[in-house]
């Protein structure tokens, strides 16, 4: 590992001028978990280090103005075991559980998750369901974008070299909401997802028929994607095998996976399509 200066901010402000005067030399450390590895094989030389770990503004949960905002310092054990993201937005709260080990949930941070723009993060698909923003701010002023806009490819964001992720917010799920998140992976903990899928939906008031889907699916393309068609289809369609099939069906088609050493195109396709099926099974009814 070269070397390096150090810096640690106490306040966003601090951060944001320590950022700004580095033109383009300084990486943000957040929890350290892809950084330092990074690092330490040679592919990340940074000149400084800005920690943010002392930055209490980045950090924390809560709801206000009917948003639910998380700092972008929240760590994903946080986030997993927060009550509130439990009741208001369950399959997030699923999606952090299952990220890596106890001990990475207990250093990883939502930002780092974002910023790595990995296509298998497992806090990315949730985010898409849920209409999600993130908070970008430099120290001219912030700016808001969208999430599924935030990633342009592998490794890559619209994040500006003198911008960082400051909070994500979104608005909470009614209760009445169905969502979930599932994966597949080589095992059942401490892989990589071979392909994701995360899922909200709105029944209408006699529970019969979808009002509302909005369906991500994460490892399937260069990044996070929405299956729009499967959404289109399942709108207005009963709780029933059949159309529950054919949705499937369609995100299988949708998903648009490269074959790798962990896994292959076909493979990909066909559990992606069967992770909807697992979901919803319970929900369906006779046809």
Known sequence: MR????????TLVEALQLLSQAAGQARLLAGGTDLLVRMKDGTVNPGQIIDLRQVAELRGI???GGMIWI?????HSEVASSPLIQ????????ACRLIGSWQIRNLGTLA?????????????PPLFTLDAEVILANHRGERTVPVALFAEGPGRTCLGKDE?????R?????????SFFLRAGQRRALAISKTSLAFTGILDDRHSTWKEVRIALGAVAPTVIRAHRAETYLVGKPLSRKALEEAAAIVSEEAKPIADVRSTIEYR???TGNLLIQGLWPLMKED
């Open 164 to 168: 960082l992720l400051t909070s994500i």
């Open 87 to 94: 009741a208001k937005a369950p399959l997030f709260s699923e």
């Open 170 to 178: 979104f608005q909470p799920l009614p209760e009445t909401a169905v």
């Open 71 to 75: 700092g972008a310092m929240t760590r």
């Open 3 to 10: 070397d390096f200066e150090y810096l640690a901010p106490s």
């Open 62 to 64: 809560r709801e206000e």
């Open 269 to 271: 396709r066909l559990v």
């Open 112 to 124: 780092g998750n974002l910023v790595n723009a990995s296509p298998a993060a497992d806090s990315v």
